[in-house]
C-alpha cells in the first residue's frame, strides 16, 4: 500500500484542488491497482476542511499542536500502522500531477526529493520572481527539500526515526536524517508540483516566509 500525507490547518479554499490532483494521482494506471490510502492530517482547523476532505472520501485524523513536523509524524505513523510501504507527502496547497506516485516509485529508491513550481504569482513584484528563479535549481541534482513533493520509503523512514516534531523544517531534517544514514536519494526536477506562493504562511519558517525575504531583499 502507498500512504499519502496531507498535513492540513485551516486550508478550506485549496484543499479540494489539491486532495483532488491527489485522488488523480492514486488512480494512475502503471499503479497497477495498487491500494492508495490519502490522509489528511487536521491540525488545529477551525475552518470547513474536515467538510472538503470527507466530501471527496479522505481520510483525516485530527491533531491541536499547530506543529507541521508533529502533523507528518503522527499521519505517518498511522499510514505505516495501515501497511504503507512507502509514504508520499505533499502540501494542502499544492497541486501534483497525474503521474507523481508511479514517477516516485520508478526511481526504486529509498528517498525521492521532487521540485515545486509557482505558476501564479499574484501579489508579488517582478524582482521577486526574478530572484526566485536566479536561485531555484530546477534540474536533477538540485538539493532543495519540500515537504509539498518528497517520497520516502517505510523501512528508510523507520530507519532514522521519522519526521522529528519541528514547527518548520521537520522535513530538511528528515532527508539529512537518511542521508547520514547511507540511504540512496533521488534529487529530480521530473516530478514537479505546482505551489502557491501566498503571503499568509501556515509554517513560520517555511516557503511564504522565504519568498517574504526575498521581496526584503535578503539573499538566500
Partial sequence: MIGVLVPVHNEEQLLGACLSSVLKAARHPELAGEEVEILAVLDACTD???AIATA?????L???????GHARSVGASYLLGRGARWLACTDADSLVGEDWLCN???FGAEAVCGTVHVEDWSGHS???QARYMANYQDRDGHRHIHGANLGVCANAYRRVGGFRPLSAHEDVHLIEDLERSGARIVWTH?????TSARFDCRAQGGFSDYLKGLAEGVQP
Fill in 190 to 194: 521530473l516530478n514537479r508540483v505546482i
Fill in 62 to 68: 485530527s491533531v491541536n499542536s499547530r506543529n507541521v
Fill in 48 to 50: 470547513g476542511s474536515h
Fill in 104 to 106: 516516485q516509485l520508478k
Fill in 126 to 128: 517582478a524582482s521577486v
Fill in 56 to 60: 471527496l472520501g479522505v481520510q483525516t
